[in-house]
């Protein structure tokens, strides 16, 4: 059973930092590219980036490109989001996703106050 749990989220101010994780477990982490999501509140999901199964291309919405970087750790089965230059329009709930499995974890809460 493929699981996703994301944890890391938080209260930041405008220009802060956070560090998301995501822990999976159910299948061969190594093997699959992964993705993070974001929704705002009243917006559709959105594509924040993607990482190829190695670690070794990462590609990134514009909205982000330049502040936020998407690492993995194949042997610890982990993948991460770093988070900087934080703005208010960063706030969302963010997701990990496994578009392989098409399976979402229960998502992590970000807000950037102003």
């Known amino acids: 059973q493929v699981q996703l749990v994301e944890s890391g989220g938080g209260l930041v101010q405008t220009g802060g930092s956070l560090r998301l994780s995501c822990a999976t477990s159910?299948?061969?982490?190594?093997?699959?590219?992964m993705r993070w999501y974001r929704q705002a509140p009243g917006k559709e999901r959105e594509l924040v980036g993607t990482i190829t199964s190695s670690g070794g291309i990462t590609n990134y919405a514009d909205s982000v490109k330049g502040r936020f970087t998407i690492s993995r750790d194949n042997a610890n089965k982990m993948m991460y989001l770093q988070m900087s230059s934080l703005k208010p329009e960063d706030t969302a709930v963010y997701y990990c996703?496994?578009?392989?499995?098409?399976?979402w974890g229960q998502g992590t809460q970000v807000t950037v106050s102003s």
């Open positions: 159910g299948f061969t982490f190594s093997s699959y590219s």
């Open positions: 996703n496994a578009p392989r499995f098409n399976s």
